[in-house]
């Protein structure tokens, strides 16, 4: 079958390459309705009992990663003039479509009793706008008095304040957020503009708004800069503008093929969707090198285009195939796992490698046939001097020194273990931003005088409704909140003990002496309003859930890493929770977005680690199909390992965590590399019996021929991922540059440590009686290698594929 692709190809060209653009254009107009993810995107399981709680709690509670918080630090802002401008903006942001409420300090509610009709009130604090700094001042005090509101609006110490702006649930979870966001954001600087007064921005719509818009913007210009870069280096290395522009079609193509599929199954583009294109790139770029290279390698020989053509097809297509599965395999496995993040991205990257192998061995030899023959100047790659030297001197040390490779390999080896061992894992909620930028300074500022601005959220269930405002279970319920409260990069909890505490101040007309839990003697009077309360007007309502059984403490929390915040979280929260409610009939649980975040970067390494060592496994088997032979396993398998081990290690020794970003470059780099060993193994068996077994010249032979190839690709994937380090964010500038070193060992390892291991281990001897896969399709003697019949091709004599076949 194999051996009749060519003629396929080459014969069906034209209507193979038009099926090619028709389904091109049906990819292009699914793709027309793909959008961004806008959503909370967790790698976290639906079936994890964490996510179903989480579940739980929105649909009691809402949403906790729903405010946007601004932020000022300077004592100007309670100048009069200025703290108007404040409550104008203030009331400007409560009026915009998609805002569900807005509290700050110019909009407070303050609870009074209601003599007439014995209840409680709320009434705003600043009625109108204060006229004079007097009546401002005045104003203010009332409002430090307030403890309700103390570490949560307000920081006493140093007059820090907060506006804290609810979005609506539907806007929070689609392009409306962005939009608001920027509108937010533009009437801000009008406020800094007017007044000189300094506002920060932060909290989850925030956070996440800026961080997609970043990423959003730079896998834009990483696409265009990679494939910038992608055709200039082809160029250099062709010189022929028809060696940059086949490939970059094929490129092209498939990458409207992604967002075709992408539409085509209903996803949206989430960060780690986003790399597919540029994935594509890694994978389409050297399927072009090697047909490419080889058509002018087979054309140098013999001058016959349709000949060439036809070689270049059924020697390469087949490796190629093979490569590319294997790669695809990397990225498949990711559907074995529990997360739909990774089973969207593993299943549309998978699909599509696939698919550039396809793409490739249909449009490169097609267009090449259309084309006139390469010219003397675009073959003298083939004869590239330094390139020649280079091959050289690694054939030279592979039959003179391979025990010194051996040895050199085994020291580089041992320093890489020992950097491994300093390997940790952490992420951040505000993940890889740089110090200097904006966003990680606000947080800062948030952190130093509010601790933190991440949700975390304390469910306690006291199993009988109407139960949370009994007196026992207020008082149980303080002693936790008094036990977290000194906690470092922990806020002041709030919940329905802080709104009773605020109730009985207000019963004793504001006097903050009497901010606490109501007393035996005043606590059925206080009590009264917390359980008559209107369920269409009681602020209440998203601290407990209409049963009154299930009660929420809200905390926020700094971004500390996912390590402090599991160990802050287990070590300590939990415990104080554990030693506070030792009753059985009573059910807590810590959860909320941050919780989540720190749960799914865990799952998320774990199953990425699993994904990588199910696609070592799945690649050993194809190894084994391909070559029936175990050494030969084993030894295209170690070059491939020992890159990996090295990346890893130079990660412990600078620090670099192991993070989903990082972690990917394992599985990216593995599948490339090898491509590789597959590329060279599969001319060293055709060598072998090229040259009556003789491993020397086979291996010799092997990297003169697919080394060129495999040094190409690999500059061109290592510039095309080193242009990550002019990121924003610190994760893609250590993908980028991990990728690169790991790529570029792996070239070395498999151009060195390879053929030395075949040259010590492989006698080159072969049971005739029995033929591996690879031998039924790449094994024969070139100069027996069938002619091209151009009749069987139905092809006219006016005909350009024909037309320069001539030397």
């Not at 929105?58 to 003039?81: A, M, P, Q, R, T």
């Amino acid at each position: 079958m194999w051996s009749k692709l060519p003629h396929i190809v080459l014969k069906y060209r034209l209507i193979l390459i038009i099926s090619i653009f028709v389904l091109t254009g049906f990819m292009a107009y699914q793709a027309r309705d793909v959008k961004m993810a806008f959503n909370f995107n967790t790698a976290v399981p639906s079936t994890d009992e964490n996510f179903k709680y989480f579940q739980s709690f929105k649909e009691k509670f809402g949403e906790d990663g729903n405010i946007l918080v601004l932020g000022v630090k300077d004592s100007s802002l309670y100048e009069l003039e200025n703290f108007n401008k404040y409550k104008k903006l203030n009331e400007t942001i409560t009026n915009l479509d998609g805002i569900s409420n807005v509290i700050s300090l110019a909009s407070l509610q303050r609870i009074v009793k209601n003599r007439d009709n014995r209840s409680f009130d709320l009434v705003p604090l600043m009625e109108g706008y204060p006229e004079t700094q007097e009546a401002l001042d005045k104003l203010l005090e009332e409002a430090v008095k307030l403890k309700l509101y103390t570490g949560q609006l307000l920081n006493p110490e140093n007059g820090a304040t907060l506006i804290l702006v609810n979005m609506e649930r539907e806007v929070l979870n689609s392009k409306g957020r962005n939009d608001l966001v920027n509108e937010i954001k533009a009437l801000g600087e009008e406020f800094v503009a007017d007044t000189e007064i300094e506002l920060h921005y932060s909290g989850m719509p925030f956070v996440r708004t800026i961080m997609q818009q970043k990423t959003d913007k730079e896998l834009r210009l990483f696409i265009v800069l990679s494939l910038s870069i992608t055709a200039i280096i082809l160029f250099l290395f062709f010189r022929s503008w028809t060696s940059v522009f086949v490939p970059l079609i094929v490129i092209s193509v498939v990458v409207v093929w992604v967002l075709g599929t992408i539409g085509l199954f209903n996803y949206n583009i989430t960060i780690l969707m986003g790399l597919i294109p540029s994935i594509i790139v890694v994978i389409g770029i050297p399927n072009g090198v090697y047909l490419i290279n080889k058509y002018h390698q087979e054309f140098a020989r013999h001058g016959n285009k349709p000949k060439a053509l036809s070689r270049m097809v059924r020697k390469i297509g087949l490796v190629t195939f093979i490569t590319n599965f294997t790669t695809a395999i990397g990225f498949l496995v990711l559907i074995t796992t529990d997360i739909k993040l990774l089973k969207e991205f593993g299943l549309v990257a998978g699909i599509n490698i696939l698919a550039t192998f396809i793409v490739s061995i249909i449009l490169i030899p097609g267009i090449l046939s259309y084309l006139p023959s390469p010219k003397k100047k675009h073959l003298q790659h083939l004869e590239f001097k330094a390139v020649g030297k280079f091959l050289g001197l690694l054939d030279s040390i592979v039959h003179r020194h391979r025990y010194r490779v051996f040895g050199v390999t085994a020291v580089i080896l041992g320093v890489a273990i020992f950097g491994l061992t300093k390997l940790y894992s952490v992420a951040y909620m505000v993940d890889d931003i740089p110090e200097q930028s904006t966003l990680k300074q606000d947080l800062y500022f948030f952190e130093d005088n509010f601790s933190g601005v991440m949700p975390l959220e304390i469910i306690i269930d006291f199993g009988k409704p109407k139960s949370t405002i009994n007196a026992r279970n207020l008082r149980k319920v303080d002693r936790l909140e008094k036990a977290l409260d000194p906690l470092e990069n922990i806020s002041s909890p709030i919940s329905i003990v802080s709104f009773a505490k605020a109730v009985r101040q207000a019963f004793y007309n504001g006097n903050e002496r009497f901010y606490g839990l109501p007393s035996p003697s005043d606590r059925n009077v206080i009590l009264s309003y917390l359980s008559n309360r209107s369920d269409d007007s009681d602020f209440l309502n998203s601290f407990v859930d209409s049963t009154g059984q299930v009660m929420r403490v809200s905390l926020k929390i700094a971004d500390i890493g996912s390590q402090k915040m599991d160990s802050l979280i287990t070590n300590v929260v939990q415990p104080e929770i554990d030693k506070v409610f030792d009753d059985e009939n009573i059910d807590t649980a810590v959860t909320g977005s941050t919780l989540l975040f720190v749960k799914g970067n865990k799952f998320l390494i774990e199953n990425l680690r699993f994904s990588l060592l199910l696609a070592f496994a799945i690649i050993a088997v194809i190894m084994a199909i391909l070559f029936a032979n175990i050494r030969m396993i084993i030894i295209s398998l170690i070059p491939n390992f020992i890159p990996l081990i090295m990346t890893a290690g130079i990660m412990g020794f600078f620090g670099i965590p192991l993070k989903p970003s990082t972690a990917l470059i394992f599985s990216i780099a593995f599948g490339i590399s090898v491509d590789d060993s597959i590329h060279f193994l599969a001319k060293y068996r055709q060598e072998l019996f090229a040259k009556n077994f003789f491993v020397p010249i086979a291996i010799s032979n092997s990297i003169k021929e697919t080394g060129s190839s495999m040094l190409y690709t690999s500059i061109i994937l290592f510039f095309g991922f080193i242009i990550f380090v002019f990121s924003d964010f610190g994760g893609t500038v250590a993908l980028g540059l991990l990728t690169s070193l790991t790529l570029f060992f792996a070239m070395i390892t498999n151009l060195t440590l390879l053929p030395a291991l075949l040259m010590v281990f492989d006698s080159g001897k072969r049971n005739q009686k029995i033929h591996p896969l690879i031998e039924h399709y790449e094994f024969y003697i070139e100069d027996e290698d069938e002619e091209i019949d151009t009749q069987n091709l139905l092809i006219k004599e006016n005909d350009p594929f024909v037309g320069s076949t001539d030397k």
